[in-house]
């Protein structure tokens, strides 16, 4: 039997371990070509050794853990994790029986891998706080006021809402809003930093009685004898490069639950795990998820040149030059209070040419067209001026209603982008989250309260798992979720991601224009091929093809005012991990040779070039994994040819330090 733990005592150690983790820590990004060069960035001096049972001499990773039991545990402080988490901490409140609810975050603190881009849909936060009651906690206060006192983070609201069509001479055209699909609207919609809103939501969580341990990552799923699914473990920390434990060593923590519920975000690694043991997406008929890789600078502009509540949207320059390219993305620019321009660029990473650098197109373009993506006027007369404060990239879904696995299994479900539930037209996804994290709230508490001693069998009321209660499947979710406003909005346009795919981007906006203004999804045809054909498995890493297609791309060096080289714009994402610890990007065993032989050698090496965080390289002809720069964006297990690298966690705490995106 492992050993269970009073909580306090897990709690105590936990806290403790992770106190290093609250330092903001910064990275001397690695190239191997680059290296001597660089020179280390601050960062503050905090050793805390955390507390050991003993000498390291005995540890092993075949130790029995720790464990604690919670009623509910959620993997991922995003938004779909905290809103489930406030919803089940509601309930207990306004129907009398508590449940116990734990929250693991992988992230130094709530907030700090959370980015987006964002322009927000507030109508599933205002329903969560809807259950709020009483003027003594605050909960008339409107969000916004509260936001901005909390986390001294504005919420801006939109007054000006552009689409653009960009051309590489340095031209423009405006595509006026009533041509546009009515969920490009952004009316009544907010500029806020996602990160911001989480470390509200957190806080919020955190005095509700939710149990939240950041800086701990969730690294294996646990499952019973049957093979439900009864928590997860936590990574083992205090492990070197060699393998072997150093004097910190710490076994990780197992936190057991009668339900486990999984938002850890697009391609999180425990939810991809569970996804394929239970073959979800085969089970609901699903085609493959499709990912796009968002790129993100925060500036700090001019009072001249701010523009309260500005939004522009493009398309065209720089990833089309023509109604036929099939590269999908476009670029984003809004202005947020009280001087801050958030500017991105999108790329649908089943982009075809392995030349292309997503990064460099975000940055400059190439050298035969006449502008640079920042230095087009569009873009330039926005940020000329401004200071860059941050930086940073994540993949996102973009495969929408026909991507969506089952979402539930025995012990636990799929909650937000770990599912897949982003609206790739409407550009948003964070509504979409919070309101299954609602929805996942309230049917795992009515499953969990219901039938006979119900009070009798929470953990909040015993301390353990009654060990003779089966871990069930909680479908009501499912159901709820296909009535809900979520499955309704991805279904309108649930063709459309594909006419981009298929006939370009002048197909592709002609489509989404007839199936959002008159069809609304209810054609009688299915765009993408069905599952079991070769194109209904088709991923974004078989989308690349071999490199003798195409013609490299040059792309001119960075001035350092609008355009900025790789490692110098890295430091602006403040990502720090432990040295001295084993790569969490490994290479498969059964496609090891992948790397030289066919990603070098066929494709020209695109990891070298799709990384936004210059983690991958070649010297020499052998691939070199500079995993200490890693931002944890989940693009590599996308698009690596043959998908050769499995993106484990690394030791809690680690990965980018966002503040304001």
């Known amino acids: 039997m492992f050993p269970i733990l009073s909580r306090r005592t897990v709690r105590e150690r936990m806290l403790l371990n992770r106190a290093f983790s609250v330092s903001m820590h910064r990275i001397t990004p690695r190239s191997s070509s680059l290296r001597p060069s660089l020179r280390p ?20 990773s075949t130790e029995p853990r720790e464990s604690m039991p919670y009623d509910v545990v959620v993997i991922g402080g995003g938004p779909a994790g905290l809103a489930a988490s406030i919803r089940l901490k509601q309930l207990s409140s306004q129907k009398g029986i508590d449940i116990s609810v734990c929250l693991l975050e992988k992230g130094s603190e709530v907030g700090a891998h959370i980015l987006s881009g964002n322009v927000f849909d507030p109508k599933a936060l205002e329903e969560l706080l809807s259950h709020e009651g009483g003027e003594e906690d605050g909960a008339s206060m409107k969000w916004t006021q509260a936001l901005l006192e909390s986390q001294d983070s504005y919420a801006t609201p939109v007054t000006e809402d552009k689409f653009v069509v960009l051309t590489e001479n340095g031209g423009s ?41 950041s800086g701990f990552a969730a690294d294996e799923v646990l499952y019973t004898p049957e093979g439900a699914v009864r928590g997860v473990a936590t990574k083992d920390v205090g492990i070197g490069k060699d393998g072997h434990a150093k004097d910190t060593f710490e076994r990780g923590v197992e936190l057991l639950a009668r339900q486990t519920l999984f938002a850890e975000g697009a391609r999180g690694s425990c939810s991809e795990t569970i996804i394929n043991k239970f073959n979800l997406r085969q089970e609901n008929g699903a085609s493959e998820q499709h990912y796009g890789l968002g790129i993100k600078e925060v500036w700090e502009v ?139 709230a309230e049917a795992v508490y009515d499953s969990l309260t219901s039938g006979e001693n119900a009070e009798e069998k929470t953990v909040a009321s015993s301390g353990e798992i009654d060990p003779d209660e089966a871990f069930t499947e909680v479908t009501q979710y499912s159901d ?48 993408p091929a069905p599952v079991g054909s070769e194109a209904g498995h088709k991923t974004d890493s078989k989308a690349t093809k071999p490199a003798n297609e195409f013609q490299p791309i040059n792309y001119p060096p960075s001035d350092g005012k609008l355009t900025f080289d790789l490692l110098t714009n890295l430091q602006r994402s403040g990502t720090y ?85």
């Not at 936004?612 to 002809?621: H, R, S």
């Not at 043959?642 to 330090?657: A, F, L, M, S």
């Open 173 to 213: 055209y405006h595509i006026p809003n009533v041509f546009l699909p009515s969920q490009l609207h952004n009316e009544g919609n907010f500029i806020i930093s996602l990160s911001k809103l989480t470390r509200y939501l957190g806080k919020m969580a955190e005095e509700k009685g939710v149990e939240i341990y």
């Open 480 to 527: 709820l979720m296909e009535k809900s406003w979520v499955f309704d909005e991805l279904k309108e346009v649930r063709n459309c991601h594909e006419a981009f795919s298929k006939w370009g981007v002048g197909g592709g906006l002609l489509y989404t224009g007839i199936a959002a203004h008159l069809t609304k999804g209810r054609e009688p045809w299915t765009l």
């Open 302 to 440: 001019p009072e001249e040149k701010f523009k309260k509540g500005f939004v522009q949207h493009t398309l065209g320059f720089p990833l089309q030059s023509s109604l036929f390219d099939k590269v999908y993305g476009g670029s984003f620019l809004y202005h947020q209070e009280p001087n801050l321009v958030l500017c991105g660029l999108v790329i649908g990473l089943d982009y075809e040419n392995p030349y292309i650098n997503p990064y460099q197109e975000f940055q400059r373009g190439s050298l035969i067209r006449c502008y640079r993506w920042k230095t087009h006027p569009a873009i330039k007369a926005h940020l000329e001026g401004g200071t860059c404060i941050q930086y940073g990239a994540r993949v996102l879904n973009e495969g929408g209603y026909h991507s969506l696995p089952k979402l539930t299994f025995p012990g636990g479900m799929l909650l937000g982008c770990s599912a897949g539930f982003l609206n790739a037209v409407k550009i948003k996804g964070s509504h979409c989250a919070i309101k299954s994290g609602i929805v996942a």
């Open 41 to 60: 960035s601050p960062r503050l001096n905090l050793v805390i050794r955390p507390l050991s049972h003993g000498s390291n001499n005995g540890a092993s």
């Open 577 to 661: 991990h432990e040295d001295d610890q084993p790569s969490h990007l490994k290479i498969k065993p059964d496609v090891a040779s992948v790397p030289e032989s066919i990603s070098l050698q066929v494709y020209a090496a695109p990891e070298s070039r799709f990384c936004p965080a210059g983690v991958y390289e070649y010297v020499d002809e052998k691939l070199v994994i500079n995993a200490q720069n890693c931002i944890h964006c989940k693009c590599c297990s996308i698009k690596m040819p043959h998908e050769y690298i499995n993106w484990t966690v690394p030791e809690g705490g680690g990965g980018p330090q966002y503040q304001v995106m």
